[in-house]
């Protein structure tokens, strides 16, 4: 693992998973600066050390300035439901805007999703494919990335701190049994993804077992398998989304950022 401290842009800084991320990239030594969208409320609840940027990634004119000179951004972003927060608009278009904006910046990305992203028929879809298709965006931008699919946040009990990383997204019956994990501990994977050269071009799940948490992750990168280049889909995962089926909007911005990472 390398060791330069980064300027990191977090995307969701204000939220379970975000605040975390923000405080342990602040501890690890990187310059931290925090999307917000209201900078009064979220001083308040992010250490004094973070840079707050005010933007919205659902309005595409407030993010350059926020990513102007960042080496790395983590996405944590989650939406609230609603007309202007639905996972359309913000899980997926949101992540569409950061990259569209980044103006030929190459930053590393970390984005986090969720485990059972690939799952197709459940109650869950509306926001499961959403994610997923901002995966694939994050996978055609040609940047060096890492996808992060955890499970369920803090259903942990508390002796399971051993992180676990698996590949295929097969557990995907959209409830604890596939997988839990402390929120602090997604907060330090998405952290040490950033400096890891093991965990670039990777898609896991991330979930926890019976043990203690390692301090040096970069073990568990290496191992992964990386996604194949030019693949929409991670490695393993199934093959049940064919672009053909794909709306039109979505074709549409694939070829857009596939012609930004050609530019
Ligand atoms: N709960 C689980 O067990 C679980 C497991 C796996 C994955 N996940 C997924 O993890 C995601 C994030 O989880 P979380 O708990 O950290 O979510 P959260 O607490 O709701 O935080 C969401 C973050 O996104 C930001 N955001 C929303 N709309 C935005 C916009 N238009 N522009 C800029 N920022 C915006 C929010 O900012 P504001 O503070 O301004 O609203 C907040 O910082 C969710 O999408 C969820 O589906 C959850």
């Known amino acids: 693992m390398t060791n330069a401290p980064l300027t990191v842009l977090v995307v969701g800084a204000t939220g379970s998973i975000g605040r975390l991320v923000v405080a342990e990239s602040i501890a690890r030594g990187h310059t931290t600066r925090a999307l917000v969208r209201d900078a009064g409320t979220a001083r308040h609840r992010l250490p004094a050390e973070a840079q707050l940027a005010v933007g919205d990634v659902t ?46 910046q190459r930053p590393r990305i970390v984005l986090m999703t969720a485990i059972g992203v690939t799952a197709r028929g459940s109650a869950y879809d509306h926001l499961l494919d959403w994610k997923r298709r901002s995966e694939r965006l994050v996978r055609a931008s040609g940047l060096p990335y890492t996808i992060v699919r955890p499970g369920w946040f803090d259903m942990n009990a508390p002796d399971e701190r051993r992180p676990v990383f698996l590949q295929g997204d097969t557990r995907r019956s959209g409830s604890p049994s596939d997988g839990v994990i402390a929120r ?33 992750l970069g073990p568990l990168f290496a191992a992964l398998e990386q996604d194949a280049p030019g693949a929409l889909d991670a490695v393993r995962d199934e093959d049940n989304m064919p672009l053909s089926q794909e709306p039109q909007r979505v074709r ?9 990472a050609g530019a």
């Not at 989650?78 to 278009?93: C, L």
């Not at 549409?252 to 930004?260: E, F, M, N, S």
């Open 252 to 260: 549409d911005d694939l070829d857009a950022v596939r012609a930004l």
């Open 59 to 104: 309005r595409p004119e407030t993010l350059p300035q926020a990513l102007a000179g960042v080496d790395a951004v983590v996405l944590t972003l989650g939406s609230h439901g609603g007309a202007h927060s639905s996972p359309e608009n913000v899980d997926y278009a949101g992540v569409r805007n950061v990259l569209a904006a980044l103006s030929g």
């Open 184 to 216: 602090e501990d997604i907060a330090q994977v998405l952290v040490q993804a950033l400096t890891a050269p093991e965990a670039v071009t990777r898609t896991f799940e991330l979930v926890a077992e019976h043990g203690p948490a390692p301090r040096d």
